[in-house]
């Protein structure tokens, strides 16, 4: 079982940055495939960014590329999402997942273990 906590959310305005943490824990938790998506009241949930168990891969949803940034520090098990230049449309529920799988994947359904989430608002 691999358990997350993410952090880092708030109310920003438009143009700024925020930096997500995602801290994981419990068996067999480190190294994994990890993937940050977020779900807009009334949406689907969407893949934001994903990046390998050793860091040396990552991926990013055009909506958010060249403005998200997401990293990890596998001696803290812990991935960040920095997202900057927001957008009021960035605002969503934003979450971490963990696969089992080593290969890095975009759908939520490919994605084992989930966060809590953290709500992250921009203002306009």
């Known amino acids: 079982q691999v358990h997350m906590v993410e952090s880092g959310g708030g109310l920003v305005q438009a143009g700024g940055s925020l930096r997500l943490s995602c801290a994981a824990s419990g068996r067999n938790s480190g190294n994994r495939v990890m993937g940050w998506f977020r779900q807009a009241p009334g949406k689907e949930r969407e893949f934001v960014a994903g990046?390998?168990?050793?860091?040396?891969?990552?991926v990013y949803a055009d909506s958010v590329k060249g403005r998200f940034t997401t990293s990890r520090d596998n001696a803290k098990n812990t991935v960040y999402l920095q997202m900057n230049s927001l957008k009021p449309e960035d605002t969503a529920t934003y979450y971490c997942?963990?696969?089992?799988?080593?290969?890095?994947?975009?759908?939520?359904?490919?994605?084992?273990?989930w966060g809590q989430g953290t709500q992250v608002t921009v203002s306009s």
């Open positions: 997942a963990a696969r089992i799988g080593a290969l890095l994947r975009t759908a939520a359904r490919e994605y084992d273990y």
């Open positions: 990046i390998s168990g050793g860091g040396g891969s990552t």
